[in-house]
């Protein structure tokens, strides 16, 4: 099992996804606030905040929290002065790690980030480092069941898809990092296509294989901390996993 968009799938494996509702929401939220502010508040006129409300949707996020969101953005209601921070570092097997971030205190989140590589096997590297192992790329999921490749293929590579590839219960679609994202949605939904998600993410160029059982358990470990981190939005790594490896530390 292979990085970036997987680690969603080692999350699943390991339960987190319901324990963390909570952790959701706030992630989801902060997304919001600040697409809204970036771009304004009308996700007809912001492709970002768009793809937002429609991630926070996916989550059963209550509309209210929604609503709350692109105000804090628009400066309708008060919020923290938020930054969007990109961590690089590398794991244990010589994963390299990619933690997307957004803070309201850069040098607290330094710190703690920091600790955790440190604590987990990891350390933290230096702006660059990681970087350019990955490429920007949308990346959209479809959970549904029933849904197969056939089903999208035609419908994504009109819009402007770059590639399909099918999970044993996932499928994912990768297009360029532009607006190409938010066409291929539009042409998924009218489709009537269900979409998971659909974001921006750091697709790895090149694998690092992880064989030693006690590295991939270390690593998962690392990867969990750090996701759990109220100040990590996404968290992208290149690792490569094999399937009996990854059952035996889940």
Request: proline share 5%; glycine share 8%.
């Amino acid at each position: 099992m292979s990085g970036h968009s997987r680690w969603s799938k080692v999350k699943n494996y390991k339960g987190a996804i319901d324990a963390k509702r909570g952790k959701i929401f706030s992630k989801l939220s902060k997304e919001i606030t600040v697409a809204a502010k970036l771009g304004g508040g009308d996700p007809n006129f912001n492709p970002r905040l768009r793809q937002a409300i429609a991630n926070a949707r996916a989550e059963s996020m209550p509309v209210d929290n929604i609503e709350r969101g692109i105000k804090k953005g628009t400066g309708e209601l008060e919020s923290e002065a938020y930054e969007e921070m990109t961590y690089e570092g590398y794991g244990p097997g010589g994963v390299a790690i990619l933690v997307e971030a957004t803070t309201d205190n850069k040098f607290r989140s330094a710190a703690e980030i920091r600790a955790i590589f440190t604590k987990n096997h990891g350390h933290l590297a230096g702006s660059g480092s990681v970087a350019w192992m990955f490429h920007r790329k949308g990346v959209i999921t479809i959970t549904a069941p029933g849904i197969s490749e056939d089903d999208v293929i035609l419908v994504a590579l009109d819009a402007g898809a770059e590639d399909i590839r099918s999970h044993d219960d996932f499928i994912e679609i990768v297009t360029p990092p532009d607006n190409t994202l938010d066409a291929v949605s539009k042409a998924l939904d009218h489709a009537k296509v269900p979409v998971a998600s659909a974001k921006l993410s750091y697709v790895p160029g090149n694998l690092t294989p992880v064989t030693d059982p006690v590295q991939v358990e270390q690593l998962l470990e690392l990867l969990e901390a750090l996701d759990d981190h109220d100040d990590a939005q996404t968290v992208h790594a290149n690792f490569d996993i094999a399937p009996e490896l990854l059952a035996r530390a889940t």
